[in-house]
């Protein structure tokens, strides 16, 4: 009656915890858990639930864990102390600062999200999901024995390691607002992983800083991870029409070199426009074209979140991600159900609000079409010397 039929023959599983929802940075802290809360509620308003395999997951190990991470730094995780309000002592491993604070159940919060994105990969790997979705994963920041922006262990490095435990070569694609750096650094002297990272650069000091043009691995030729880091630094302002022409051009030539055994797809919501910390004016739909473009490759795929700073707009697009991942994204009404927890938040009803409705008055676009071509020439080159 919804419109929601499981799809035959294919499999998508959903890899969720309500645990994780529940933990909160502080009050003024732009990444807000709770976004989850409203993204499932609005998948499961549209009856989503019911044509995916749904994981409740559990805490990652440490064993798991120290697949990446260092034992001191886990160490440290799990008993760093919430500092008292007026204490500014610093803490190692670039805890406690604005960006990374020490809040109550951090490690659980850590373990949950990396235990998530782990089984959505054993999914993969055992043939029992075509699509696996975390949408509590994907903070691409953390590094081995480092918290960096809002992220403090990688599920994505963790789940990427999962993976080539079965298959030769991964492709990452990161369309976070930021540069997928910690991910691009755990696989930066590897031709078993592919980086692919589209993000705003302006040289200064947007963060995390990297992620220029000509950052394509290590420089040395003989070490086997040249040419296979790649970076799409992009203006303020970029629209649907350039943003998916560019995914659907550079995926398409990454896929045709590398030929990868399956995709890892990071679907960081501040590339929105409207993002409290983002700057593109890429819509829900263009969002979700490069999910739409991913899946059509018919390649092993595994969703994650990210970023994404304003709830409303991260759980339209990641609602409707979901409805792309089970093939019933042309069938679902997209005026949001009358039924829809906390539906008041959503403003305007639609799943796909117009620019206007977002903005007021769209952000001016910095990227011209010589900047795109560019790109594009610029990466082709790359890939010439990517032969698998
Ligand atoms: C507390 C309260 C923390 C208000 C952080 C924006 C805040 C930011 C806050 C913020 C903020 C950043 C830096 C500066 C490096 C610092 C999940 C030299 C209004 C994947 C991480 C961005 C993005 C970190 C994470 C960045 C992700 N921007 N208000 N902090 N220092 N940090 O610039 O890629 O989306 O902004
Ligand atoms: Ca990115
Ligand atoms: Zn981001």
Known sequence: ANGIVRPKGYNVSWHVNPEIEKHHFGNSHPMKPWRLTLSKGLIMSYGMHAAMDTFVTRQATEEEMRDFHTEDYLEYLKTAKVAMPDDDTPMPYNLGGSDCPVFEGLFNYCSMYSGASIDAARKLCNNESDIAINWSGGLHHAKKA?????????????????????YPRVLYVDIDVHHGDGVEEAFWSTDRVMTLSIHKYDGLSFFPGTGDLERTG?????????????NVPLSDGINDEQYIWLFKTLVGKCVERFRPNAIVLQCGADSLAGDRLGRFNVQVQGHGACVAYCKSLKIPLMLVGGGGYTPRNVARAWAHETSIAIGCDQTIDPIIPMHTPYRSHFRHETLFPTLEQILGDPRPNRNTPKKLDDIVQHVTEQLRFVNA
């Open 146 to 166: 480092e918290a960096s922006g809002f992220c403090y262990a990688n599920d994505i490095v963790l789940a990427i390691l999962q993976i080539l435990r079965k």
């Open 218 to 230: 290590p420089p040395d030729e003989n070490n086997p991870g040249a040419h296979h880091a790649l």
